[in-house]
Every structure is written in C-alpha cells, then in structure tokens.
C-alpha cells in the first residue's frame, strides 16, 4: 500500500483515503488552482498506526520523500535557519466529527528559524506573530495544554501595552511572548518546546491519528454509527501566509447564500490574520464584497475561481483562502452547509442552470428540512429585529414558542390550566418536570446538549426547546433568568424562543404561519407571479418527488377535519383510523354502561346506543375520502382507559361513605375499575383480545362500517373501507373475528342490496404475529405494521415511561444515536418488518403491505419501508409531505 499522496495524485472522489479535506485539496490542485503544495498521509496509514501503536516504518520514510519533494519544489527544508519552509498539519476525516484534533499551522519555526523568517520576508512582528501562533496551537492541541493558559497570557500582553487587538503588539511584545509561552510548555510537559522541525511534524501527525479515539470522537461516532476504523487522514500543506501586513489577509467565501440560496458574493475577509482568526471573532471582519476595493485582482480571481468550483462540483461550495501579499492561495473548499430554505431553492436553481437533473434534485434536500420549514416562525420583517435577543443556545426542537415565563413545573401546570401560555425554564430537566413540559409551550434550559433529557423529551412530544443556553443563569430560587447583558426576566415576564435557530429573545416576537403550510394548505399558489422563491421551489420538488415515488402515501386521522386536511397536504388514504377517539368527550358514559352491563340486555342496550354514533362518524370520514382507502382499526386499548382513574373515585366514594350518601353508581364503578385494573395494561386485555372477550362489540364497530359505507355507496359515493383488527398475536384470532365479520358484512349486503367490498386485515405489532406472518396472511387482505407497539414488544420498552427516564442516558452513552420510537430500528424491528413482510407476501402475493407506527413520517424510516416493498406509508397529517418527499427521494 501506498501511505502518502501528493496533493496532485488524489480527487474529490477518494474522501474515504484522503479524507474530505484531502480529497478537495486535491481536487482543486487539479482543476489548477492555486493551493499551496502538500501532501496528504491516507487514512489506511491511521490504522495501521492505531492498530499496532507504532507509525510503519513505511510512512516515514514516505513522508520523508514526499517532504524531500516539497521542499525541492519550496527551495527551502523545512525549519530551514535562514529561510524556513513551514507546514500546516491539518486533520481531516471522510465526515468531519467535532472532537477530533484540528489543526497546527507554522510548523517549523524555532528559536532560530524565527529570524530566519523575519529576514526573508523583512517583518520582524510577522516573524514573531507566527512562532507564538505555533507554540498556542501546538501546545494545545499537540501537547494537550489547557488553550486558556495561553490565551489569559495573550491578555494580559495587550492589557499591559493598551493594546486593544493582537495586531497592536510589536515584535517586541510578541518576543516576549513567546518567551512565556515556552514556560508555559515547560511547566506543563515537564521539557522544553521542540526545536527539531521534523519532531514537530510527526508529533502533530500523531495527534491527529491519536485523536480519532479520543472520547467525543468515540461517542459522536457511536451515536451517529459511523464505524470506528474509517480512520483520519492527515493533511501537511506548505504556509501562505495571510499576517504579512495589510496587503494579506484570509477570508470564507460561499459560493451563494447560505441563507437563501441567492447566488451573490458571500462571505467575510479579514486582513493581516492568520488561520481561524476570521471565524474566532477576535477582530472585525469586513464583508466580503469590500475585498473588491482592497484587492481587485485577487477579488476578481476568487470570483472567478467561484464560478469554476460551483460548475464543477454542482453545488453550493464554501471556501477558506487566503492572500499573502497580494497572491491569492485556496486552502480549502467543501459541498457547503445551507439553511433547509436555501436547499430547496438552489436545488431547483441547479435544475434551471442545467447543472443537475430533478433525481439529483431530490437527493439535495431532504424530509427534515422540509419539516423545519413548515413550523410556524418568528416573524422575521420586523418582529425579530425589534426584538431583544437575551441570548441562545441550542436548537434542540424546532418551532417558535412564546410565553410567561416559569421556573418549576407545578408553576407551568397552574399557570396554564388557567390558560395562560408559558415557556418553562430550568437548568436542565428531569423526569419530574414531564408534566410540566406538557403544559408549556416551550422550554429552556441553561445546560445540557441535543441528547440532554430536556431535548429528547421536547422532540419526542413536538415542543419547542432551546436547550444548554449556557450564557443565561437560571436562578431557581430568585426565580428570575439573567441574560449577560444585566438583563433580568423575572417570573411571568414574556420570553419568546426560536428552537430552530436555538434565539431567545425579550417579550413577545410575532409569530407568522409558515408559507410552506399556507401552501400546502392551498392559501398560497405557487403559479402566482408574487408568490415566495420557496413555496415555488417546494412546490416544484415536491411534484418530482410524487412523479417518482413507489410508496403510497396515508395519514393517520381519526376525523373529517384531519381527513380534509390529509388530503390537501397529499393523503392518498387513511392509514389508520383509531376508533377509540371516537369513544371519549360524552360518548365515554355509554362505554361505562356498556363495562358495567351486569345483563346481556344491558350490554346489547349499550351497544345499540353507540352504533349510529360510530356510524355517522365513519359515514363523515369517508365522504371525505370518499374514493381512497381507510383503514378503521377497531377498539384497541384497554377499557379502564375509559373509567376514571382509580384513586380519584376510590377518594370520591370513600368521601360520600362517610358522609353516608354513596351513589350506587359511583361503588359499581369502582368495583369494575377494580376488577379491570391490570399490572401492566399494555400487555393485558386489550385489541383484538377485547373484542373476542366483550360479546357484541367487534360487531357493532363493524356494523356500522358496513351500514356507514352503505349509506355513502347509496348517496353515490365511493367508500373504500379496509377493517384492521389490532394486537392479534395468532391466526385463530383472526379466524374468530373475521367469521363473525363476514356474516354482518353478509348481512348489511344483503339488507342494502348492495356490495360493500369491505376487507379485513391486521395489525402486525406483536413479535409473534411477525415470526408467524406466513400463517397469519392466510386469513387478512392486509398487513398495516404497528411499528410503536412493535418497538414497545421487542425492545421490551414503556415507550411513556423509557424516554424520559434512561433514554438520556443511552443517548449520551452511544447505545443509541436517536431514540428508536423516532427512527425504525433496522437491525432489530426493522428485521422482524423485512421478514413478516416476506412470508405474508409467500403465503399472499397480492396482500397489501403499510405501516402506520409514527415511523411513517420519519425520513430515515421511509427509505427502510420502501426498500423492504411495503405499499404504503401512513403518518400523522402534519408529516405526509415529509413522507411524500422522502418516499421519492427513496425511489429517485
Ligand atoms: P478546519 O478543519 O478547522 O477548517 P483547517 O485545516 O482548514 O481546519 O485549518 C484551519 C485554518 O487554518 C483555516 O482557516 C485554514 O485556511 C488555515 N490554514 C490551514 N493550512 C494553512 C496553510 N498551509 N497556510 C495558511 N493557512 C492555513
Ligand atoms: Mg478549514
Ligand atoms: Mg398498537
């Protein structure tokens, strides 16, 4: 094997050797521009190194000639007394992972190759800025001393010479500097800062290698499963030098705006600096359309360049240069990051310039950011600029909330039972605030990150979070929020958090409807001359995606006002009807009388009274989806569900006892609640289990199906009823259910003259349902997989009672990278999917395959079922251009 790659031997398409920065250096070194010459050690000698704890002898003296060469090519060594050639060391794996060593400019400069500097380039400060700019980030990253050592010792120079910036200290100063910084390395490391420029090289290149297994690298890794023996790569690139004074400077550029994907000059300069100077914030940049006026030669060449890279890798690129002494030198260029908005317009833009197809188009965006673009936002004319920005944080879940704020959760619970709008702030959450990030519209923390309890619960209920807001101190006990401009938010003041962009701002900022909802919604055309860039890009997508998508897509509702809604965002269907939300509000009393039934008449009598109720809903749900499937799922959760809660009424008799006035009812009530209540009622007397123990009730429910479609088929309509049978775990269940079904589906037909063409499937959300799918497709039209139930079984996981309490844990720990109840565990459910899927389509080639857990909605999953070859996805109405978006991206 090869270890070492001049920069001119490798292409963008090798960033698993060479790394994404050593792939596109050397990309950009043979499209011929101007990047300083280097070479990239592979990520194959990284693993050799890591797995033997010894560089080969091979890579070194493949560096030494690759090093030989370059300086050749220089006409100077490396660390040369009199004139020094210099490297950067600068990591660089094929994904960037925060955790892992960055990089070390300057290398080569000593004690004495520092005047040698000086004198070739005739600046004694320049010579002196860059040695104490090594020994910083050398001892920092190198030799893991604490970079506030250096950084106060920075401080305190220019605080003794009035100097305001760093390019206020003389040679002098800087000399002095370094003086002190090599103490610093003494003191810390026990010996002196090494001299011997090779030392110094191979000492950073092992850093970097050693910092592949560092802890955070590990536990990024972990959590967003990238295998842990990909390895870094390490690139060594000859110094430009962007501190030579006013006429030198480095910058960033995009290609176009991130933000909007306008094409336009992008970016910030910064002259007489080095490095990360431009991104640290230690001095102000200047816009860089203002290079224009500065340097017009190296402006017009970046611009240039630019327009070479964008054509050439098709995408937004962003770009780190920098100009020494008027040369302009490019030193790094990546597919840059965008806001979800600007995905969307310059993907339809590149389709426009000819410069990617529609299937690339869809690969460019993705259903995430679809779904941050349709929460409601801070209104951005006006609203956010007259805001008050208290601080920010990070942007845990998105949407914009607004509300009085809370220290506590029993504050957030009384305060919005009385109906006022509050965002809860803690320090971080706990278990104990769940019921109080229910009641909020939004939360705040001070501490924690995206994986901390407060971000994963918000996610998980859909609430607006901003957490680990570090520069704002939660005073519980004050009850009061200190922002660190002295701005104090006390209890029920007015606070407003944007947990898309991790903002919290003073008072309230207005809040507008997205226009990516308005125009799913049918508010906004995206033909109109006026209307937003966004919605016709939106728009545009979204007609490639349905072009090309297998997936059906369904929703998820339980009403005609869902249903309408579902059908405007693009349902071809209901997925998944819950009966059970048709039994609350004043209904749930016949469902106590039909508990309580002591008699056959009484239980009949309660029947009889819930059916034309059932029915009128269904005759609803199918005029609005009149000619597209829905699928009713009859009653599935346990019965106790609908009496009141066991120690309420055992306080409530109790009381009237003693008073010597129980009501009769009240102590039957009590007795069912005791005879129901159940240890573990998700695994107890519920779904199909129910209807085969409570005579009469499959029935009604599918008796009023049956007459709700007669009704709609003799009004002319066109009902597409699919009846599902939940929690069946055995053929034999469904034998029961579907016998005693087909002879009230005879039945109606027969009373109504008409045919019904009803069909009866099943849920498959049990384990054993699953592994005996072949047996169960015998006996239903369909399959809808119950993928929440199912993670629930196989996990063995309370999806209520394990997201708040371990999954922090797990999170943090790697275990998991996301919560499995947000994307379809593959390896595990998803293969239980993959399986079932297959022996029901042996038993039934035509048997109709869905799933109707909340994984319908979720990118990652979408791709899982399309592949597998279900028919259809169903989600909640919300999520169904998510879905239709991702289900094309799957098949583009
Ligand atoms: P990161 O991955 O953090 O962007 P880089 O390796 O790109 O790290 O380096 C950090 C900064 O140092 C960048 O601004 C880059 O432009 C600058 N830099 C890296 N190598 C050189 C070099 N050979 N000459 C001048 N500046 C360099
Ligand atoms: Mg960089
Ligand atoms: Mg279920």
Redesign the pocket.
Known sequence: TKYVYDFSEGNKDLKGLLGG?GANLAEMTNLGLPV?PGFTITTEACKAYLDSGEAPAQLRDEVSAHLSALEERMGKKLGQADDPLL??V?SGAKFSMPGMM??V?NIGLSDESVHGLAAQSGDERFAWDSYRRLIQMFGDTVLGIRGERFSETLEEAKTARGATTDVDLSAEALKELVTKFKNIVSEETGRDFPQDPREQMDLAVRAVFDSWNGSRARLYRRQERIPHDLGTAVNI????FGNLGPDSG?GVAFTRDPASGQQGVYGDYLQNA???DVVAGIRNTVPLADLETLDKASYDQLMQIMETLENHYRDLCDI?F?IERGKLWM??TRVGKRTAAAAFRIATQLVDQGLIDEAEALRRVNGSQLAQLMFPRFDSNGGVKNAEQLGWGIAASPGAAVGKAVFDSYTAIKWSRSGEKVILIRRETNPDDLDGMLAAEGILTSRGGKTSHAAVVARGMGKTCVCGAEELEVDTKRRCLKAPGGKVVEEGDVVSIDGSTGKVYAGEVPVVPSPVVEYFEGRMHAGADDADELVKAVHRIMAYADRVRRLRVRANADNAEDAARARRFGAQGIGLCRTEHMFLGERRELVERLILADTEEERKRALHALLPLQQGDFVELFESMDGLPVTVRLLDPPLHEFLPDITELSVRVALAESRKDANENDLRLLQAVHRLHEQNPMLGLRGVRLGLVIPGLFTMQIRAIAEAAAERKAGGGDPRAEIMIPLVGTVQELELVREEAQEVINEVERERGVGLGLSLGTMIELPRAALTAGQIAECADFFSFGTNDLTQTVWAFSRDDVEASFFTAYLEKGIFGVSPFETIDKDGVGSLVRSAAEAGRATRPDLKLGVCGEHGGDPESVHFFHEVGLDYVSCSPFRIPVARLEAGRAAA
């Open positions: 920065k300083p490297v950067s600068r960055d990089t400019l690139c000859s110094m430009v480095t080095q490095g990360e780190e920098t030193l790094q």
